[in-house]
């Protein structure tokens, strides 16, 4: 008989993908929202309660749902294993934790859809898998969440650099990412874009990205990340 595992200390669970009820409690005890409160403009959490949020005070407005604090251990242990190590498994896990957070935000999910910012090209290369495509076409499969890839990698040659003038440049080292148009022509733009990522740190990722979908005409909604540094 097939017997699942936890994900994390390998102990028999009753269900797939998941954790053993002591490792859930270790999870869960990482969480954010037990322990601290959120700001109520961007819904990133708050280091303290007398001082305003900083990235809405530095005039900030991009929402951004972060689950776990990336200094607790036990979580980031996981994630590390997923992003480095190579633990493709903890996908399922992972996309869960999205579920929950997405169905917080969207009790109706149907006008939602789901855009993983994408890896950079070299841990591409090197790991051959994408960590947030992976859990954005899993909800997609399970969860029947529409995706659409519509972030890619820029890369801006050195060639082309010549020809840009310095607003321009600036741009384009602010510019990873770009508008991927054959997506874009796929997606309806009265749809609501969810940014999925795994870490935030300064927010500097989100708000590119969602910059770039408004700028291309999307609606787009609070991104979710798994961990947050703050
Ligand atoms: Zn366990
Ligand atoms: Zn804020």
Known sequence: ???????????????????????RKIADSEKFD????????????????????????????YRIL???DYRAPFFRHMLEQWKFEGKRSHTALFAQEYLSALK????????????PVPCSEESLRKRKWDQMKDVALYLKKKHGIDCAFLIENRKVTLNQQKTLDRAQRISAAEGKYGINDKEAVKTDRS?????????TTTGSTIRSCVKLLENSGFRTGTAVTLMAEI
């Open 1 to 23: 008989m097939f017997i699942n595992r936890c994900q994390f200390c390998n102990s028999p669970v009753s269900m797939p993908d998941s954790l053993c009820p002591q490792c």
């Open 34 to 61: 037990s322990f601290t409160e959120r700001c109520p403009v961007c819904s990133m959490p708050l280091v303290s309660l007398v001082y305003r949020c900083p990235r809405c005070s530095a005039g900030g407005k």
């Open 66 to 68: 972060s689950i776990y």
């Open 104 to 115: 917080t935000l969207y009790p109706d999910l149907s006008p939602v859809v789901l855009v």
């Open 191 to 199: 749809r609501i874009c969810v940014v999925l990522d795994d870490i």
